[in-house]
Nanobody, 121 residues
Framework: VQLQASGGGLVQAGACLRLSCAASGRSFSSYNMGWLRQAPGKEREIVASINWSGGSTDYADFVKGRFTISRDNAKNTVYLQMNSLKPEDTAVYYC???????????????WGQGTEVTVSS
């Protein structure tokens, strides 16, 4: 599966953004999806994940209540709605796919190219 993330940008603290990740290739609906991020000088970290059907989701503690992951299998797209953005959310955000559902993991089989999010104070 090939993944293309979009929707990043420069926003002020408190603003919202919605990231999208369009998948091409076969069987998108069979993949479990995740959004991960990497800030400058820091390790990549998981932000949120969603299972193949959308029936299970998981969030990192630092985004709970602010971010929402969702997917539309008919459109081969996974989303990350980000509300109440903080400067510490500044990072490159990646969407990724894996065949096995695992919570809180940075180990994924397929990766998109990343979209940059910058939150100014």
């Amino acid at each position: 599966v090939q993944l293309q993330a979009s929707g990043g940008g420069l926003v002020q603290a408190g603003a919202c953004l919605r990231l999208s990740c369009a998948a091409s290739g076969r069987s998108f609906s069979s993949y479990n999806m995740g959004w991960l991020r990497q800030a400058p000088g820091k390790e990549r970290e998981i932000v949120a994940s969603i299972n193949w059907s959308g029936g299970s989701t998981d969030y990192a503690d630092f985004v709970k209540g602010r971010f929402t992951i969702s997917r539309d299998n008919a459109k081969n797209t996974v989303y990350l709605q980000m509300n109440s953005l903080k400067p510490e959310d500044t990072a490159v955000y990646y969407c990724a796919a894996r065949t096995r559902w695992v919570r809180a993991s940075v180990e994924y089989d397929y990766w998109g190219q990343g979209t940059e999010v910058t939150v100014s104070s």
